[in-house]
């Protein structure tokens, strides 16, 4: 399991220049990516994609992704609602685009 570390840059006055952890996280789908909304962050990996409330870090659900992925998932926000669009292939899968709708 990889922690997903929330960070926010210092202001450039003082002297540590560098990011400052807020807080971090365990979440196990944090191998790809991380798409974020106003209350939940969703971490990726090529097989699931893993919704988290922000404040708690508890995990809230899991999407299984249809075929495995080794690329960057896209995501974008239409009409309040966040998705995640990735390149899939393999195992039997042709390779195609799939997009999916965050809960």
């Known amino acids: 399991m990889l922690a997903l570390v929330i960070c926010a840059a210092s202001h450039a006055d ?13 979440a196990a789908e944090a191998r790809q990516a991380v798409a974020v909304d106003a209350h939940h962050f969703y971490a990726i990996d090529n097989r699931a994609i ?11 659900g899991t999407v299984e992704v249809p ?4 690329t960057a998932p896209m ?8 998705y995640v669009v ?14 999916l709708r965050l809960p």
Request: proline share 4%.
């Open 67 to 70: 075929a495995p992925t080794q």
């Open 75 to 82: 995501t974008f926000e239409h009409e309040g609602r966040q």
């Open 14 to 26: 003082t002297p540590n220049r560098g990011l400052q952890e807020l807080r971090r996280f365990k």
């Open 50 to 60: 893993g919704k988290y409330d922000k404040r708690t870090g508890e995990r809230i």
């Open 86 to 99: 990735m390149a899939v292939g393999g195992e039997g899968v042709s390779a195609s685009l799939v997009a």
